[in-house]
T-cell receptor, first 115, second 112 residues
Framework: DAGVIQSPRHEVTEMGQEVTLRCKPI?????LFWYRQTMMRGLELLIY????????DSGMPEDRFSAKMPNASFSTLKIQPSEPRDSAVYFC?????????????FGPGTRLLVL | DAKTTQPNSMESNEEEPVHLPCNHS???????IHWYRQLPSQGPEYVIH???SNVNNRMASLAIAEDRKSSTLILHRATLRDAAVYYC?????????????FGKGTRLSVIA
């Protein structure tokens, strides 16, 4: 398996522009997570889905952030409009939950820089 | 979630064993102890987990104190590729579909 795939790997944009990050989870996995990592705050959850349904989006900073999972193979995280403080590495992770502990598999991340 | 405490950083010589400690004095009786690590410029990856007994896999060993208030991740022979941030995370059973809660972790440096 190719693992969790994220695109783009790097994104540089100007303040006010729309940014869309994409994630393809591991085939067959039924949970998907979006995390953000900054030097100040470390790794923190933004939102997660179980069976394509958003469960908890309390980590989404504000209305500028939105996430969708239209099917089991694809998810997007959108920032509109982007701001310099959104600069961070965004990770997508997936897991297969069949009861139990569900190891999470992380993608390589998207490094976002908002100028 | 029960809290874990780890040293901010540790250093090891290559080919030497490394013992990474984690304190979790408020652990509940059913919490599992997980370890993930994050190599430079990569996403975190699973290392090992355990409940009460010591555990071994191809990456590492996990030694759990008898009272479960602490645990130690053991890398038997550190290599340069083991330089990473190591996170100790407690997980309740049946929570595989919930997020991981990351602390600051321990940054391991390996010296050639």
């Amino acid at each position: 398996d190719a693992g969790v795939i994220q695109s783009p790997r790097h994104e540089v944009t100007e303040m006010g522009q729309e940014v869309t990050l994409r994630c393809k989870p591991i085939s067959g996995h039924n949970s998907l997570f979006w995390y953000r990592q900054t030097m100040m705050r470390g790794l923190e959850l933004l939102i997660y889905f179980n069976n394509n349904v958003p469960i908890d989006d309390s980590g989404m900073p504000e209305d500028r952030f939105s996430a969708k999972m239209p099917n089991a193979s694809f998810s997007t995280l959108k920032i509109q409009p982007s701001e310099p403080r959104d600069s961070a590495v965004y990770f997508c992770a997936s897991s297969l939950f069949q009861g139990g502990l569900g190891t999470q598999y992380f993608g390589p991340g998207t490094r976002l820089l908002v100028l | 979630d029960a809290k874990t405490t780890q040293p901010n950083s540790m250093e090891s010589n290559e080919e030497e064993p490394v013992h990474l400690p984690c304190n979790h004095s408020t652990i509940s009786g059913t919490d599992y102890i997980h370890w993930y690590r994050q190599l430079p410029s990569q996403g975190p990856e699973y290392v090992i987990h355990g409940l009460t007994s010591n555990v071994n896999n191809r990456m590492a060993s996990l030694a759990i104190a008898e009272d479960r208030k602490s645990s130690t991740l053991i890398l038997h022979r550190a290599t340069l590729r083991d330089a990473a941030v190591y996170y100790c995370i407690l997980r309740e059973p049946e929570t595989g579909n919930t997020p991981l809660v990351f602390g600051k972790g321990t940054r391991l440096s390996v010296i050639a």
